[in-house]
């Protein structure tokens, strides 16, 4: 979605289903930090959230979950 707000013709790009050039567009646009921008600070806030339930092993669980969720996308 922050490739086509931001680049004219990127439906068209995504569309074309030439996936070098769908990389290209997601790079160039900054659409993939901004969505690493976005899911880092969505975690950080469910992170926050776990910290209003009580100390268990789910809510380190659920914890590790919202860390692996970030980090797997590097």
């Known amino acids: 979605i922050r490739a086509l707000q931001v680049s004219p013709g990127g439906f068209a790009c995504l569309m074309s289903g030439d996936w070098g050039r769908v990389g290209d567009l997601l ?4 659409a993939l930090d901004y969505a ?3 899911a880092r600070a969505q975690a950080h806030e469910a992170k926050a959230a776990l910290q209003l339930l009580a100390p ?12 692996f969720a970030v980090q797997r996308c590097r």
């Not at 790079?27 to 900054?30: A, E, H, I, L, N």
């Open 36 to 38: 690493m921008h976005v």
């Open 56 to 67: 268990s092993d789910a809510r380190e669980e659920l914890s590790a979950l919202a860390d």
């Open 27 to 30: 790079r160039r646009t900054g």
